[in-house]
Structure formats: C-alpha cells, structure tokens
C-alpha cells in the first residue's frame, strides 16, 4: 500500500514557507502523493492553490484533492482550467479528488442550496470532463487531470464506476475518515460497482486517517482536530481527535489495518504546520 501525506492546508496560520517546505520533504522522503482537504467557512488555503505552490517546488510527488467540494464550485469550466493549469505545472501529477461536504455552513456562505447537491455533482463532473476534452481549452500539454470520486453512500460508489468508465477521466474512489473496518465494506462496494459497469481492471482506491507524531503530539491532534471538527459538536470532535496516529505503533497499525481492507494508498494528514511531521511519517511508515 502507499503511503501520501496531506499538506497542511487546512491547519490554521500554516505560512506558504511551512506549506512547501512540507512539499519539499515529502518529496524527499518518498511519500507517495500530497493531498488536500476543502473547507470554506475555514481558515484554510484553498486546494488548488495550495498544490500549486507544492508543484512549484517538487518533481515526482503526485499531487491530490482529497477531496474538494465539487458543488461549491459554480463554474465548472473555470475550475477544470484551474485543473489543467494545475497539471501542467506539475508535469502531469494532479489527481482531482471531488466530493459533496457536509458542511452546511459552507455552503450557505457560497449561495449554494445543500439539499440538491449529488445533482449539482452530477452537473460538474460532466462539465469538468467536457472541458478536459476540449482542445481550445488549455494549458494541456501534459494531458488532463484523473478523477478521483469521494463519497461513503452507495451513489458515491456508483458515481465512481460511471466516470471510471470508457471515455471517462475517473480512476476510483476515495473515503475520508471512515475507520478500516467501515473502509473494507465500502471497497467491497465499489469493486462491485466498477465490475458491474463492465469497467477493465481495478478501481484505484484511496483513504484519509489523521496523524501528529513527536513530543506535543497528543496536544496538537487535540488542538487542531477539536477546532476543524466542531461543527459536529464536542463530543464527536473528541472523538476524532483521540482517534489520530500520535506514535509510530499507532501509525504502522492504521497502515496495516488500512492494507487489509483493501485501501491502496493511505493519505495521512498532519495535525501540525510543522514540516518535521513529513519526516517522522515516513520514518514510522517504513
């Protein structure tokens, strides 16, 4: 299984220096891919630009959203220009990782009505791969993006069999935050979903966990991990917090727990701003 990190995009007061001196060591170390996540009503940097500021200083390392929030995006052709450029900065590496959020602030802030969000999905994914398709949009020598599809309903697991399809960019399916046991159930779901769209091959499928390692480990997953998941309530914040990797047994047995519910690749996000944690990631992974 492969092991990626997640840039800290999403840890408040993260300077563009943490951010790709995170990117640098990644690289460095071999993780296998960078991940973002997507927030608006958040103090947070937002996704694509925060890859394109990692591009800019690395040249293997794959570069993912993971996921952002298709429906809040209201001009598809815009952001699938954003994708390429993306793309062709990095020389091929963006993975397009797109989901629905749960946020229901975020959307409110956005002008955007929750209630009829799968359908707006459903719209930007056609348009994003129209656009992808259209030679008089570009830059695109390096080719367009791949889809990823994120989501824990049983639409999610469909929607990834349909854009994994001929003619399609889609190459999977991605879950954010489902323990390993939820995990293999779902994986078992989209391997039928790809299989019965009579789609070649196996689904690339991808997983988020979160991690804080070093001597404040505990302290800072409390800290970041209570404040991003508030929305939920205190006691479910908590929760999420106290389940982050903070020593290298709890990392080894995420990855090990991870591997045997079919994940493919693994995303750890850090809970810290600090670069260091891409170094003790990679350490405890190996």
């Known amino acids: 299984m492969k092991v990626g990190i997640g840039l800290p995009n999403s840890v408040p007061g993260t300077s563009g220096e943490e951010m790709t001196g995170f990117a640098r060591r990644a ?14 009503l958040y103090h947070n940097w937002e996704p694509l630009v925060a890859l394109a500021a990692a591009a800019a200083v690395t040249e293997r390392i794959e570069l993912m959203t993971t996921v952002m929030l298709g429906p809040l995006r209201l001009n598809a052709v815009q952001t699938a220009k954003q994708a390429l ?5 990095s020389g091929g590496r963006l ?3 797109i989901g629905l959020g749960a946020r229901g602030d975020d959307y409110a802030v956005s002008g955007v009505e929750q209630r009829d969000r799968a359908a707006k999905l459903e719209q930007m994914l056609g348009e994003l791969e129209a656009t992808f398709d259209d030679e008089r949009i570009g830059p695109r020598e390096a080719g367009a993006p791949r889809l990823l599809i994120g989501g824990h309903a049983d639409a999610s697991f469909e929607r990834a069999a349909r854009f994994g399809g001929p003619g399609h960019h889609g190459v999977g ?36 966990a979160y991690f804080a390692l070093g001597q ?13 998941y508030a929305f939920l309530g205190p006691e479910t ?3 999420i917090a106290s389940s982050a990797a903070t020593d290298p047994d709890q990392v080894r047995g995420y990855l090990s727990a991870f591997e ?9 996000f850090p809970c810290s701003s600090d670069p260091a944690q891409a170094d003790l990631l990679a350490e405890a992974s190996r």
């Open 260 to 268: 045997q519910a079919g994940c493919g690749e693994l995303v750890m």
């Open 216 to 228: 404040n480990a505990e302290r800072e997953a409390q800290r970041y991990l209570t404040d991003y």
């Open 85 to 89: 450029s993306v793309n062709e900065l």
């Open 95 to 97: 993975t397009l990782g």
């Open 27 to 40: 690289e460095a170390q071999g993780l296998s891919s960078l991940g973002t996540i997507d927030r608006v």
């Open 173 to 208: 399916w991605i879950a954010g935050g489902a323990p390993p046991d939820q995990y293999a159930e779902m994986a078992t779901k989209v391997r039928q979903a790809w299989a019965g769209a009579g789609n070649e091959g196996e689904p690339r499928l991808a997983g988020l």
């Open 237 to 239: 914040a908590r929760m």
